[in-house]
């Protein structure tokens, strides 16, 4: 609002001539607030603030929509790492080892035990990935709030 009207101005002017002499000249201007008052700035400047407030609202619900997913994954994939590795890991575990005991009485094949084993393992690695994402989405956490969840 400040610049909205410049009632007065100075004007300085300097050059050169159709043959080379030097031509200054000055004088003072003013402008009637009634012909000039930046309008059209304050109305670009007024359009841009509206558009930079509604943008970032946008965006903050955007992000915290996101927050709200990430943390509900979270809990999600804490409670299905805690799931494998308390109960599914060591009945597998277990499974396995009762098949090699009775593989070694005779009683069961041998490719039952390579079966299981190769069962533990996809558990185990299944465990890794979900430890993985589990990473995943703390680093975006962090990546959109700075802070570690």
Not at 35 to 63: D, F, I, P
Request: glycine share 8%.
């Amino acid at each position: 609002s400040r610049d909205s009207h410049s009632p007065l101005n100075l004007i300085l002017s300097a050059g050169r001539g159709d043959l080379g002499e030097a031509r200054l000249g000055g004088g003072i201007a003013w402008t009637f607030p009634v012909l000039r008052s930046n309008q059209g700035e304050q109305a670009r400047a007024q359009a841009e603030r509206v558009r930079a407030v509604s943008e970032s609202e946008v965006q903050r619900r955007s992000l915290a929509a996101a927050l709200r997913g990430y943390h509900a994954e979270l809990t999600q994939v804490r409670s299905a790492i805690d799931e494998i590795g308390s109960i599914a890991e060591l009945t597998a575990q277990a499974i396995v080892d009762a098949a090699i005991e009775m593989q070694r009485a005779g009683k069961g094949e041998y490719l039952r035990v390579l079966v299981l084993r190769r069962d533990l393992a996809v558990l185990r690695a299944r465990r890794l990935d979900l430890v993985k994402r589990l990473w995943s989405i703390t680093a975006d956490i962090v990546a959109i709030t700075g802070e570690a969840p």
